[in-house]
Every structure is written in structure tokens, then in C-alpha cells.
């Protein structure tokens, strides 16, 4: 094949290989995930659901839909799974639908907090049509749960939603739930527990993290490619009555699985990507494999290994430390400079993470004072305590040189120095091959 878009995937395929990806939400999937996702199975209309399709020649799609379906609602003990969403936006998106009337109250983590862009930034389709609150986190980087209850009090929302992008506790989810029920008893109407765990979805399956659907929640979204370790694409699972999709049913509580089914097709999407619902099949198998459950301990033992040795080489964590994947790290008061050119420089070693704001960032997303980091894909690869204690080295050196430099411009003049640790960084990354490369 000589077409020019194979020699850039070569040069992206060396990328990956020569650094170490940190970002907290990016992960490696296996050969046989990329198998799937490069299928014949692109070629296929399927629009509606197992056995209830708009168009002919799905005998085999519905094979592959119905096994990940199966293997999503016993990944994480749910009554049902819709895996058609083509990201976890859409899978927010078609919750918030399934469930909500424009103008209706959602309360979630804010922005700045720690939420997500779907839960509520001004700048979103869905917060134009649904009124949202946010609520924040304590100094500690906890849920304000005390904010969370009187918001949800006065304001009476119909749904509640518990997600994040960046937050490094673990939700408190029964609270949560008591608060639910006050409002409901309150207020006279149902409220729907919605939890976006894109980010822990993985440590949920690994049995690591707790499942929110263990613990009232109706609805769970998540991506599939984060620490599941599956393609890039959105999911939803639930509790409650499976009915039949092609039929409206009641606004009920115990009937979202349906409700939810209607508002991904028809409600929000058309033909599913059934390739990548293969590959989503074929990344739920693996995750319920016993090593799955080592692979999401280790993630959370690496990423708090890496916190105590950031540290102590004097980086101010966000909220301490980390109980799941991820860290936000104060680079502003640790040593001066922002988020940006410390994401900059470690870019130029072959170290991937993102400039973060934090939340007592004052609108900073431009130039924010923290940086977002994670171990999913570094363990993905191998990775353990030794590497850790490397990563966290090259970090203080690099933000040694971003101190003295202060302005990205001024990073050309230690290239020498950079050169240096880009070396040892790709010595080490070609030690822990990519897998499916
Ligand atoms: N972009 C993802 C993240 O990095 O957290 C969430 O959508």
C-alpha cells in the first residue's frame, strides 16, 4: 500500500513505541482488539438492535452485538448494556435524553472541579437544553457532599449525576443515593442515579473500584477505551426492565434500560459501528479475564507509587495523592511555572501527559497551573515500581529546566539537556513493546 496515510500510522506507531504515554485516558489495546476494529464488519448497516434491524444480512452482526452486550452486563453486574454509543459524549448525551425534558435540573461535578464537558459546559448542546448545577470538591479534592445534598435539596433534579475526568478519590456512591431518595420523597418525582465512570470503568471491572451499580445507581456511561482497554467508543449500562426498543414505554424508573435503547437509536444516533462493537466484544472478554483484575491493582499501585515519589522530589499533589489512576499534579505553586510549558517540555522527552486546571484554577484553562497524569497505559506495557521511580525523576528534571526557562521559547536553549533524557526515555520505552505493534 503506498497511499502517504500508512507512512504517518508508521510514524504514529513509532511515537507510541519511543515514549511513554501518561495521559490518564489513553490506553493500548491488544492485536486481536485492532483485528476486530479493522473488520469487514465496517462494510454493514444495522441500525436498530439484535434482532430487530431496518435492513437485511444482519445474521452475523447480531451474533457479535449480542456477545458484547452479554459480556458488558457481566463485566459489571448490570441487567443491561447498550453498546452501540460511538463515544462517551454520545452515551452521556443519550442518557441525559432518555431520561430528561428541556429544561429539566441535572446536578453534576463542575469543570473546574474535576467533571467532564458533557456535564455541563455552557459550550454543549446538552447545556443548552437542560439546566445544569455543579457541584465542587472540598480542599481535600474530595465530593462536597454537603454542597451535593443542599444543591440537590433546593433545587430538585431529575437526575444526579456522579463523573469525572479528573478526580482522584472514590465516590462516595451510597451517600449519594440517600440524597436521591430525600429528593424524590421531597419532591414527588423520581430521580435518575447516573454515574460516568469513563475513567475507572476498568478498575470497576477489575473489581478494584466499587461498582456503582452495586450501590443504587440505575445508569452507568463510560468510554471503552480508557482502562477498559477496548476500542475508542461509549457504553451504557443499567439496571432495571429490558422491553422491547422498537415500542414506547412508561417514564419510569425501572424502565431505562428501554428508555435508554430508544434515545441511542432512534433518539440521538443512526447505524452503529458494528466493527467497533466487535472489538468492544472482544475487549470485554479480555477484561474478564482473571489478569485483568491484576492489571487494574497494578495501575492503581503504579499511580501511587509514582504520587509518593513525586512528592517527595517536592510536587504539590492535588487532593495528596490518588486512590484510583490518576494525578493532578500543582506544577504553579510546586515550582512556578504553569501547566503548559511543563506539558511542553516533557512532550520534547517523549513523556505524554496534559496541561490541567486545577479547581482553585481561576478560569485558567489556557494556562492552567497543574498537569493531568496517569498509569493505565505505562502498565499496560509492563511497568512497575523501578519505572515508576525513573518517570518521577525525569519529571523533576524536566521541571528543573521549565524553572530556570519559564517561557516556552525558551526551552531551545537546553535542547541539549532535553536530547539527553529523550534518550533515556526511548531506551526504556523500546523495553516495553506497544502491544498490537
Ligand atoms: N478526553 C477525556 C479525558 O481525557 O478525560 C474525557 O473525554
Known sequence: MNDEVFEIIKQEEKRQSEGLELIPSENYVSANVLQAMGSVLTNKYSEGYPGKRYYGGNENVDQIETLAIERAKQLFNADHANVQPHSGANANEAVYFAWCKPGDTILAMS???????????????????????????????????????????????????????????IPDFGRVKSIADKVSQQSGHEVLLMADMAHVAGLIAGKVHPNPLDHGFQVMTSTTHKTLRGPRGGLIISKGKVGNPLKKCEHKLENIPTLIDRAVFPGTQGGPLEHIIAAKAVAFQEDLQPEFRDYAARIIKNAQTLANELRDLGFELQGGGT??????????????????????????????????????????????????????????????????????????????????????????????ELATIRDEVRELALAFPVPGI
Open 111 to 169: 469543570l473546574p472541579a474535576g467533571g467532564h464537558l458533557t456535564h455541563g459546559s455552557p459550550v454543549t448542546r446538552s447545556a443548552k437544553i437542560y439546566n445544569f448545577i455543579g457541584y465542587g470538591v472540598t480542599a481535600s479534592g474530595d465530593i462536597d457532599y454537603d454542597e451535593l445534598e443542599k444543591l440537590a435539596l433546593d433545587n430538585e433534579p431529575s437526575l444526579i449525576l456522579v463523573g469525572y475526568s479528573a478526580f482522584m478519590k
Open 323 to 416: 486512590d484510583n489512576h490518576l494525578l493532578l499534579v500543582n506544577v504553579k505553586s510546586s515550582f512556578g511555572f504553569d501547566g503548559k510549558i511543563y506539558e511542553k517540555a516533557l512532550d520534547l522527552v517523549g513523556l505524554t501527559l496534559n496541561a490541567n486546571a486545577l479547581p482553585t484554577d481561576k478560569g485558567g484553562a489556557f494556562r492552567p497551573s497543574g498537569v493531568r497524569l496517569g498509569t493505565p497505559a505505562i502498565t499496560t506495557r509492563g511497568l512497575g515500581e523501578a519505572e515508576m521511580k525513573q518517570i518521577a525523576n525525569w519529571m523533576k528534571r524536566v521541571a528543573d529546566i521549565c524553572a530556570e526557562s519559564q517561557e516556552e521559547s525558551a526551552l531551545d536553549n537546553y535542547n541539549e
